[in-house]
């Protein structure tokens, strides 16, 4: 009786350790950020308020394979940025570009998509035919992003910034702003949403690439990432939710 007793404190020390160290198969959660106003990468889903899109499968899928559970945290683009920064998050996923200056802040992982940005105006608007028509007019792009910084490089264009692409769409459509720079696969969506209000001009101008951005402390887990990545890549996951995410939804 008393050794049994012994061997019943025992497992539930065990049990209230384990579950202390962070709870199932004593898999650990990491806390990853993102903006959820960027689809088809994240976004929130009206019905059931959760964070949904490409790069969540991505994320969940990582931590599938490489041992880890996804808590997804929905900040803004810029908090985001800064949170990786201070490693208030141990990673961040929103469709990042991998950029030099933000690599002096943070770690990236392998690229897992190409993209680049595009010049969106009204479907009515006939003198701006791309970004070297854009001197004198007033650009919108989401406050943090490599769209805004392209804005800035263009001479005689006038930055307008907003927390998020939705309200740089919404003021072009309503004729507040000339045009709008933002990553392509975004920008195709609003299109696709309102072909007889929007359209895109000129080419696709730069040639990004989208990574995980990891706090700079956790190497680490930066490792992990890739390798569980490159067997992604391998196995055809990582080509399925391309199909999922952004050819069905074009
Ligand atoms: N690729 C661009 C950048 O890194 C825009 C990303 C915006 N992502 C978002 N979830 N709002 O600056």
Request: proline share 2%.
């Given at each position: 009786?008393?050794?049994?007793s012994i061997v019943?404190?025992a497992?539930?020390?065990?049990?209230v350790?384990?579950?202390?160290?962070?709870g199932?198969?004593?898999a650990?959660?990491?806390?990853?950020?993102?903006?959820?106003?960027f689809?088809?990468?994240?976004?929130?889903?009206e019905a059931?308020?959760?964070v949904?899109?490409?790069?969540?499968?991505?994320i969940k899928a990582?931590?599938a394979k490489?041992?880890f559970?996804?808590?997804?945290?929905?900040?803004?683009?810029?908090?985001?940025?800064a949170g990786?920064g201070?490693c208030?998050?141990e990673?961040?996923?929103?469709?990042?570009?991998i950029?030099d200056?933000?690599k002096?802040?943070?770690?990236?992982?392998d690229?897992?998509?190409?993209?680049?940005?595009l010049?969106?105006?009204r479907k009515?608007?006939s003198?701006?035919?791309?970004r070297e028509?854009?001197s004198?007019?007033?650009?919108?792009?989401q406050?943090?992003?490599?769209?805004a910084?392209?804005?800035g490089?263009?001479?005689?264009?006038k930055l307008?910034?907003?927390?998020?692409?939705n309200?740089a769409?919404?003021d072009?459509?309503?004729g507040q702003?000339?045009?709008?720079i933002?990553?392509?696969?975004?920008?195709?969506?609003?299109?696709?949403?309102s072909?007889?209000?929007?359209?895109?001009?000129?080419?696709?101008?730069?040639?990004?690439d989208?990574?995980i951005?990891v706090c700079n402390?956790?190497a680490?887990?930066?490792?992990?990432?890739?390798?569980?990545?490159a067997?992604?890549k391998a196995?055809g996951?990582?080509?399925?939710l391309?199909?999922?995410?952004i050819?069905?939804?074009?």
């Amino acid at each position: 009786m008393k050794r049994l007793s012994i061997v019943v404190v025992a497992l539930l020390v065990v049990g209230v350790l384990l579950s202390a160290c962070g709870g199932s198969a004593g898999a650990a959660k990491i806390k990853v950020a993102t903006d959820a106003t960027f689809p088809p990468f994240e976004t929130v889903d009206e019905a059931t308020k959760q964070v949904v899109g490409f790069d969540v499968d991505l994320i969940k899928a990582i931590g599938a394979k490489a041992g880890f559970e996804v808590e997804i945290i929905n900040s803004g683009f810029d908090s985001m940025l800064a949170g990786v920064g201070s490693c208030q998050y141990e990673a961040g996923i929103a469709g990042i570009t991998i950029t030099d200056e933000r690599k002096q802040q943070m770690l990236f992982s392998d690229p897992y998509f190409a993209a680049g940005q595009l010049v969106i105006v009204r479907k009515d608007n006939s003198d701006i035919v791309g970004r070297e028509s854009l001197s004198g007019k007033t650009v919108g792009s989401q406050i943090g992003t490599t769209g805004a910084i392209e804005v800035g490089k263009i001479a005689g264009a006038k930055l307008k910034t907003y927390d998020e692409f939705n309200q740089a769409f919404q003021d072009l459509m309503n004729g507040q702003i000339d045009a709008v720079i933002a990553d392509n696969v975004l920008s195709l969506g609003y299109i696709g949403k309102s072909p007889d209000k929007l359209k895109a001009v000129g080419d696709v101008f730069t040639g990004e690439d989208y990574g995980i951005a990891v706090c700079n402390k956790n190497a680490e887990l930066q490792t992990r990432i890739n390798k569980a990545l490159a067997d992604i890549k391998a196995d055809g996951t990582l080509d399925k939710l391309v199909q999922k995410w952004i050819v069905a939804a074009q």
